[in-house]
C-alpha cells in the first residue's frame, strides 16, 4: 500500500489507504465520496495534495483526436494541390447616359422613340474608373492627416486613487435628496382657511355692550331715582 501511494501520490484516496490515525480517518459511516471532496478531504503531513478526480490509465491519450483527410507528409510531397483561380464575375456597370444621348444627337435622333431605339441599339456602359466616387471626387484632405483610429484617453489613475469619482456621486446624491425633500414639502404644504388664518393673526376683541331701554339712553352716568329734586336734597342733607 505504501509503496502504491509512493507511485502515485496524485491519485484520489480511497477507503482502502485510510490508516487509523492519519488524517483522513472517519468515524462512523464511511464513503469514498468524502475522500474525493476537496473541502473535506485534510492535506497529509510531508505529501502533496492529492487529486479528488478519478483518472484514466497510464494508455489513455489525453487531448482531442481528429481524423486526418489529408494522408500527411508522404501525401504531401507526392502530390501537390494547387489553388484553382476563381472566376470573378463581371460586375454589371450602370448605363453611360451621357455619351449613349451625344451619340444620339450625331445619328440625328430627335423624339423619344428615336432614344429609346438607340439606347437598345448601343448599350454603352461607364467604366470602373469613372464609376468609382473617389476618381470622381477624392476627398480633399491636409497634408498632415494622420489616418486611423484616435488612441484611448488615458486613465485618470490619480482620481481613482483619490476615490474622487465616488465624491462626485456623493455629491449629486445629496444635491438629489435636498431637492426632493423641497418638491415634498411643497406638495404636503396645507392650503389656508380661515381657521389657520385667525390662528395667525386673531381677530380684535370686541366689547360687550348690553341691552337698555331707549329712554334711558340718553341719561347721565348718574341715574337719579328720585321723585322730585327737593326729595333729593332732603335726603342728601339728613345722611350728613
Not at 455619351?99 to 456602359?125: H, Q, V
Not at 490619480?158 to 411643497?186: F, G, I, N, P, T
Not at 389657520?196 to 348690553?210: D, I, N
Request: glycine residues 6%; hydrophobic residues 30%.
Amino acid at each position: 500500500m505504501a509503496g502504491d501511494t509512493a507511485a502515485s501520490p496524485r491519485r484520489p484516496l480511497t477507503l482502502d489507504e485510510v490508516e487509523p490515525g492519519s488524517e483522513n480517518e472517519r468515524l462512523g459511516v464511511a464513503r469514498d465520496s468524502m475522500l474525493c471532496n476537496p473541502l473535506i478531504l485534510k492535506p497529509e503531513v510531508g505529501k502533496p495534495q492529492r487529486n479528488c478526480y478519478t483518472l484514466p490509465g497510464l494508455d489513455f491519450a489525453y487531448g482531442l483526436y481528429i481524423q486526418r483527410t489529408d494522408g500527411g507528409v508522404p501525401e504531401a510531397i507526392g502530390s501537390w494541390d494547387t489553388v484553382k483561380p476563381r472566376s470573378v464575375s463581371a460586375r454589371d456597370m450602370p448605363r453611360d447616359f451621357i455619351s449613349m444621348n451625344r451619340g444620339a444627337l450625331r445619328a440625328g435622333c430627335s423624339t423619344a422613340r428615336d432614344f429609346n431605339l438607340y439606347y437598345k441599339a448601343k448599350d454603352l456602359r461607364r467604366k470602373g474608373e469613372q464609376y468609382s466616387h473617389l476618381q470622381r471626387s477624392p476627398p480633399r484632405l491636409p497634408a498632415d492627416f494622420t489616418f486611423g483610429i484616435p488612441p484611448r484617453p488615458s486613465t485618470p489613475i490619480y482620481d481613482l486613487l483619490q476615490h474622487k469619482y465616488k465624491e462626485l456621486w456623493m455629491e449629486q446624491q445629496r444635491a438629489l435628496a435636498v431637492a426632493q425633500r423641497v418638491v415634498k414639502k411643497k406638495k404636503d404644504k396645507a392650503r389656508e382657511t380661515r381657521t389657520t388664518l385667525l390662528r395667525r393673526a386673531p381677530a380684535p376683541a370686541q366689547e360687550e355692550s348690553f341691552w337698555h331701554l331707549p329712554r334711558l339712553e340718553k341719561v347721565g352716568p348718574h341715574l337719579s331715582t328720585f321723585p322730585a329734586r327737593d326729595a333729593h336734597k332732603k335726603a342728601a342733607s339728613a345722611s350728613h
